[in-house]
């Protein structure tokens, strides 16, 4: 945690310490540590596949939802076709009749 205190609003330390609670499976704590980095860095394109997976394993669709369609608005504005295409194909499976993308 030192790494973090010394960079507290650094949206690949923020991504990879959930990871790392993910890992450990620690669904709870990971999604705070998801829910910080989109405050600090809402374009962090590569939150919104994990965050939206996570959501679906809490059994939280709608947020799920939200989550991929979100990354597909970030992704479309970074110019990364490939994140795009992956948040579709997660979004597409839990809502394929969702015609906003």
């Known amino acids: 945690m030192a790494l973090w205190q010394a960079s507290p609003n650094d949206g690949f330390l ?8 993910e890992k450990a499976g620690d669904d709870a704590e990971a999604l705070l540590w ?13 939150l ?7 959501y679906e394993r809490l059994g939280q669709l709608q ?12 992704a479309q504005q970074a110019g990364d076709q490939h994140a795009w295409a992956e948040l579709k194909a997660v979004h597409m499976e839990i809502a394929p009749d969702d015609d906003d993308y």
């Open 48 to 54: 919104y596949y994990h965050l939206g997976r996570l």
């Open 34 to 46: 998801y829910e910080r980095l989109r405050e600090v860095d809402p374009a962090y394109v590569g």
């Open 14 to 21: 923020l991504f990879a310490i959930a990871k790392e609670y």
């Open 63 to 74: 947020d799920a939802i939200d989550a991929y369609r979100t990354g597909m608005r970030v």
